[in-house]
């Protein structure tokens, strides 16, 4: 096994290539940093590449509640033969504001949040943060708020301690309760109203709220309002051949599947794409792998295409169908080698990540692909000559985690891990190399038409 660069490889063209590529990524971060956003974004470009929800060509798609959606393409083969699916999920780990967040104390306005998914709390703090989201009113009415994005809109940011006073208080306690998540308080105004004794702040925001948005307290109750990065994504290093933006576990996965299912024309099999949510917190809830979303879909392509499906026919066609799961994997950090077994972890820029398990503990919790698919796969990618490695999450029993890809398993077709190795994964400023991103889109286009 020989470990290089990848960019040895690469000729100039090749390399403008994947430049070029990374700026549309860049511009699907910037306006994807939800999920229910990265459904629109997605449904955007599907939509100019002939994509529709009526079923009347060969390509559609369809949505569930604003946040998942899976994306079909018809392939000359029978659908007997079964899919080929890669599966990627647009959530990822942020603040969401609580359902009754507003407060006033020492005389500043703040919003109460409760995080989302695996974050370390110490990286949310002293940076600055914007509001995504929607409050839907009883009647319906909806209130989409984007607010801090624009130069010219305010950000929000939860504060820290001072290093002068933090000593008892944080410094000499564990990293992971330096910060107590009751204290992911977001500083959101502090004028009082005028007139006013008692939450004078808070009133004032209220008006505020009000007036400009239409919003009441109580529209909270109903609302799903993230709190995000406020920054955009950016090339990192001095060659620009690194990005740096939040959301890429596992918006990575999301645009590069995106732009290799619009470009795929009359595969020999038929093509899922599956966007879905709730990965980040265990694939829980009707808009994640694990909703009967999936099969109401396939029920509504076959009733579409007027074909006669059985329930075993169904049932055949998706334990004949093969499968990528698509997520990003934890690149050999620089300066923390040692969580890494070195033989067998990915590195930024050698092309995407083959895993074949992933779990914790012995494998616990695992999709373990069998090694003829493995080699399956193997094939697929370098006939196209595809940069890619091998690589686990880390060392045995350093942690672990695990995908989707166990909840597709479970319908009999072969699945594997892969995508796209990520430094600072889950941090506010998550980073890629633009080499592997573009392996990833590759590789998804590479196995969509095998
Ligand atoms: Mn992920
Ligand atoms: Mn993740």
Same mark, same amino acid.
């Given at each position: 096994?020989?470990?290089?660069?990848?960019?040895?490889?690469?000729?100039?063209?090749?390399?403008?290539?994947?430049?070029?590529?990374?700026?549309?990524?860049?511009?699907?971060?910037?306006?994807?940093?939800?999920?229910?956003?990265?459904?629109?974004?997605?449904?955007?470009?599907?939509?100019?590449?002939?994509?529709?929800?009526?079923?009347?060509?060969?390509?559609?798609?369809?949505?569930?509640?604003?946040?998942?959606?899976?994306?079909? *393409?018809?392939?000359?083969?029978?659908?007997?033969?079964?899919?080929?699916?890669?599966?990627?999920?647009?959530?990822?780990?942020?603040?969401?504001?609580?359902?009754?967040?507003?407060?006033?104390?020492?005389?500043?306005?703040?919003?109460?949040?409760?995080?989302?998914?695996?974050?370390?709390?110490?990286?949310?703090?002293?940076?600055?943060?914007?509001?995504?989201?929607?409050?839907?009113?009883?009647?319906?009415?909806?209130?989409?708020?984007?607010?801090?994005?624009?130069?010219?809109?305010? *950000?929000?940011?939860?504060?820290?301690?001072?290093?002068?006073?933090?000593?008892?208080?944080?410094?000499?306690?564990?990293?992971?309760?330096?910060?107590?998540?009751?204290?992911?308080?977001?500083?959101?105004?502090?004028?009082?109203?005028?007139?006013?004794?008692?939450?004078?702040?808070?009133?004032?925001?209220?008006?505020?709220?009000?007036?400009?948005?239409?919003?009441?307290?109580?529209?909270?109750?109903?609302?799903?309002?993230?709190? *995000?990065?406020?920054?955009?994504?950016?090339?990192?290093?001095?060659?620009?051949?690194?990005?740096?933006?939040?959301?890429?576990?596992?918006?990575?996965?999301?645009?590069?599947?995106?732009?290799?299912?619009?470009?795929?024309?009359?595969?020999?099999?038929?093509?899922?794409?599956?966007?879905?949510?709730?990965?980040?917190?265990?694939?829980?809830?009707?808009?994640?792998?694990?909703?009967?979303?999936?099969?109401?879909?396939?029920?509504?392509?076959?009733?579409?295409?007027?074909?006669?499906?059985?329930?075993?026919?169904?049932?055949?066609?998706?334990?004949?169908?093969?499968?990528?799961?698509?997520?990003?994997?934890?690149?050999?950090?620089?300066?923390?080698?040692?969580?890494?077994?070195?033989?067998?972890?990915?590195?930024?820029?050698?092309?995407?990540?083959?895993?074949?398990?992933?779990?914790?503990?012995?494998?616990?919790?695992?999709?373990?692909?069998?090694?003829?698919?493995?080699?399956?796969?193997?094939?697929?990618?370098?006939?196209?000559?595809?940069?890619?490695?091998?690589?686990?999450?880390?060392?045995?029993?350093?942690?672990?985690?695990?995908?989707?890809?166990?909840?597709?398993?479970?319908?009999?077709?072969?699945?594997?891990?892969?995508?796209?190795?990520?430094?600072?994964?889950?941090?506010?400023?998550?980073?890629?190399?633009?080499?592997?991103?573009?392996?990833?889109?590759?590789?998804?286009?590479?196995?969509?038409?095998?």
């Amino acid at each position: 096994m020989k470990h290089e660069s990848g960019w040895k490889k690469k000729s100039k063209t090749e390399i403008a290539d994947l430049f070029e590529f990374s700026e549309g990524y860049k511009k699907f971060l910037d306006e994807a940093k939800t999920e229910r956003e990265a459904v629109r974004a997605i449904q955007d470009i599907l939509s100019v590449s002939g994509f529709s929800q009526d079923w009347v060509a060969d390509k559609a798609y369809s949505i569930n509640r604003g946040k998942e959606i899976i994306v079909f *393409v018809k392939g000359t083969q029978s659908l007997a033969d079964g899919f080929n699916i890669i599966v990627a999920h647009v959530d990822a780990p942020r603040l969401d504001l609580k359902q009754n967040p507003l407060y006033e104390d020492v005389g500043l306005g703040l919003l109460k949040t409760h995080y989302y998914g695996g974050i370390k709390k110490y990286q949310w703090v002293a940076t600055p943060l914007a509001l995504h989201g929607v409050l839907v009113k009883p009647d319906g009415r909806e209130i989409n708020l984007v607010i801090g994005e624009n130069e010219d809109e305010p *950000v929000f940011s939860i504060d820290d301690l001072l290093p002068h006073l933090s000593r008892k208080t944080q410094d000499e306690k564990k990293l992971s309760e330096a910060i107590d998540g009751e204290k992911l308080t977001l500083l959101f105004g502090s004028i009082p109203l005028n007139g006013e004794d008692k939450d004078a702040v808070k009133k004032y925001i209220l008006n505020i709220l009000h007036e400009k948005y239409g919003i009441e307290e109580e529209d909270f109750v109903s609302a799903e309002i993230e709190v *995000v990065p406020a920054f955009k994504a950016r090339d990192v290093g001095i060659d620009k051949s690194m990005i740096g933006a939040y959301g890429q576990d596992d918006r990575v996965s999301a645009y590069t599947l995106l732009k290799a299912i619009s470009e795929v024309l009359e595969p020999k099999r038929s093509c899922l794409a599956i966007f879905v949510d709730k990965e980040e917190i265990g694939s829980e809830g009707n808009t994640s792998m694990r909703s009967h979303f999936f099969r109401v879909f396939i029920d509504e392509m076959c009733e579409k295409l007027k074909l006669n499906c059985s329930e075993a026919l169904i049932r055949k066609m998706l334990f004949q169908s093969r499968a990528l799961s698509a997520d990003v994997n934890g690149a050999m950090n620089p300066t923390f080698q040692d969580v890494h077994e070195k033989q067998n972890a990915c590195y930024l820029g050698r092309g995407l990540c083959i895993t074949k398990f992933t779990g914790h503990g012995g494998k616990v919790g695992a999709n373990d692909a069998h090694a003829e698919y493995v080699a399956e796969i193997r094939r697929i990618f370098n006939n196209k000559g595809i940069l890619w490695q091998t690589g686990e999450l880390g060392k045995i029993d350093e942690g672990g985690g695990g995908t989707v890809a166990k909840f597709l398993a479970e319908y009999g077709m072969d699945i594997i891990d892969c995508g796209t190795p990520i430094l600072s994964m889950h941090s506010p400023f998550e980073i890629s190399s633009k080499l592997d991103v573009y392996e990833t889109y590759r590789a998804f286009k590479a196995f969509l038409r095998s």
